[in-house]
């Protein structure tokens, strides 16, 4: 049903371009480059910045560091709220990124920013209902604002978030038992 | 690590013996979601909101769709506001594909954005009134209303699914002699929501039913994101058109409402206010609006994006509406993701129930400018 759209989705490049480069460095908007670059001077090598646009900073994360990560964007960033948190499956890559875009109401300077948060857990090969294998921790403690978002990432992309106190369905019917809907996977009949 | 929440952010586990009641899904003042209350007595003790009863879909859908044709579809959520939920949309496209909008369609686009959020707000404010049990406010703002869908019939060819705003500008330009009519229309209905004062917000017996129900403070508000009508009603001054502009909103003078209050009144009074303010931006808009100009530009057809992604929001009737875009290389968007307000707002409800009455229920759980089918998508 499906055989066309997969072996296209397997020629598409599945490389990101991650690296700001070097000589574009004087280009990019001042501001935005400072508080990347605070992240950086913190965190060094568990960071990589994945691009600096006006208005929006990319930041990627291993999944071990975005708790302490999130913390130091909260509390020294002056980050206060999730605006939107999705979920984006990889299959070539064998993963599953969660990108949380934050944004700041108490810091006039920040209103126009929105720092997205990315980080990738490993993905199961042959996904199964009810196989937990995908993990990720919750940054619900941090940012209060993720609770629902990260309830929906869950069961739409069976991504399960640990540390978070109400893991339960949100937008799904209770009986619910094929693959998570948001996954490459499962395909949509006549599609 | 751990953040400890203040007194009034935490849930406990109630006992058994207290009684619980499903607030829908069949719509008895709901709308199309079930609310999982528990009473003791007289008083709401949890409430558990269960949304998905109306869930379509869509961002599965777009994933099958090239950029074009994921417009229709994607306006289905709101369709009393689908210009706005399309907004952010195009100008992720317009991001993605590198358009240049002409400066005609962007005053369009204010214009026909601006119409909508005020033809959204008359529509919850009449579903806000009759759960009040004000049947006369019912009735005006639907009446109103029809005022400006004919504005914007006359605009787009459609009274409610418009599919306006396309990536590049707008679908068709503006009929002859659009500007004085909407001129002409918009200051009566100025005049007319300007009358909802007497007989609805400074009724005594709205204010004794809205008054100090359901306080979020302004702390509260900013921790769970809540956004739009119910942010501005806690104190917190946070408007997208103003605080980061998109197309023109940057040239005209734009007010944000805010009230310091937090309960159910102010945040029913917000959105009258932003329609008041909706007036100005129009009347603003049709005087600097170009008469003459390109209204698109034009589209390779299947038009294919590069490796990008895109985050871009909007303010639409009920709050910041965002959309995010992964693009790679293909005709349709690898993954599309609306953060849509209704869900952000949502997170509220358990928090604004609890100690209330459950007689107050209508007037907390409607104030949140809620609209259960955008909240699922």
């Keep these: 049903m499906s055989t066309e759209k997969d072996s296209e989705q397997q020629e598409a490049p599945a490389a990101e371009k991650k690296q700001v480069p070097a000589k574009l460095d004087e280009q990019l908007p001042k501001f935005e480059k400072d508080l990347a670059d605070k992240v950086v001077a913190k965190f060094g090598e568990k960071t990589e910045v994945a691009f600096v646009k006006p208005d929006r900073i990319r930041i990627n994360v291993k999944k071990d560091n975005i708790k302490e990560v999130a913390e130091f964007i909260r509390d020294d960033l002056g980050f206060d709220h999730a605006e939107s948190v999705s979920g984006v499956d990889y299959p070539e890559d064998k993963e599953i990124e969660v990108v949380y875009h934050l944004g700041s109401y108490t810091d006039p300077q920040l209103s126009k920013q929105i720092l997205t948060l990315a980080t990738r857990a490993p993905r199961e090969d042959d996904p199964k209902p009810g196989n937990d294998s995908t993990h990720l921790p919750s940054l619900r403690e941090i940012f209060y604002s993720v609770e629902f978002h990260e309830r929906e990432c869950f069961e739409m992309l069976g991504v399960y978030f640990d540390g978070h106190p109400d893991n339960r369905r949100l937008l799904l019917p209770e009986d619910w038992a094929d693959l998570p809907p948001l996954r490459k996977d499962f395909s949509i009949k006549g599609r | ?377």
């Design chain 2, 1 to 377: 690590m751990t953040t400890q929440l203040p007194p009034g952010l935490s849930l406990e586990k109630v006992d058994e013996k207290i009684m619980t009641l499903n607030v829908g899904p069949q719509h008895p003042g709901s709308g199309h979601m079930r609310l999982i209350i528990q009473v003791d007595g007289d008083y709401i003790v949890a409430c558990d909101p269960d949304p998905g009863y109306v869930h379509r879909g869509e961002e599965k859908m777009a994933e099958y769709r090239n950029y074009i044709l994921n417009i229709p579809h994607l306006e289905r959520p709101v369709i009393h506001d689908s210009c706005n939920i399309l907004y952010p949309y195009c100008l992720a496209v317009e991001e993605i594909l590198g358009l240049e909008v002409p400066e005609r369609a962007k005053y369009m686009r204010v214009i026909a954005s601006e119409l909508n959020r005020c033809v959204y707000i008359q529509y919850w404010l009449g579903i806000y009134g009759i759960f009040l049990g004000h049947s006369t406010m019912f009735m005006w703002p639907m009446g109103d209303r029809e005022l400006l869908i004919d504005l914007l019939e006359k605009m787009t060819g459609a009274r409610v699914t418009h599919s306006y705003f396309i990536p590049g500008g707008v679908r068709n330009d503006l009929p002859a002699n659009f500007e004085d009519v909407c001129l002409r229309q918009v200051n009566y209905f100025e005049k007319r929501i300007k009358e909802y004062a007497d007989i609805f917000y400074d009724n005594p017996i709205l204010i004794h039913r809205t008054e100090k129900t359901g306080i979020l403070s302004r702390e509260d508000a900013i921790r769970l994101g809540t956004t739009g009508s119910v942010l501005r009603a806690s104190g917190v001054d946070f408007d997208v058109r103003k605080k980061e502009p998109y197309d023109v909103y940057e040239e005209l003078d734009v007010h944000s409402n805010v009230l310091k209050e937090g309960d159910s009144l102010a945040r029913s009074k917000i959105p009258w206010l932003d329609m008041l303010e909706s007036c100005n931006i129009i009347r603003q808009a049709l005087e600097k609006m170009p008469k003459s100009g390109s209204i698109r530009q034009k589209l390779k057809p299947n038009p294919r994006g590069g490796d990008v992604s895109v985050y871009k929001r909007v303010e639409s009737g009920r709050g910041s509406l965002g959309c995010y875009i992964v693009s790679k290389n293909k005709p349709e968007p690898y993954r599309l993701k609306l953060s849509v307000p209704s869900f952000r707002n949502l997170i509220a409800l358990p928090y604004l129930l609890k100690g209330e009455k459950l007689g107050n229920m209508p007037a907390v759980y409607w104030s949140l400018n809620y609209w259960p089918v955008e909240a699922d998508r």
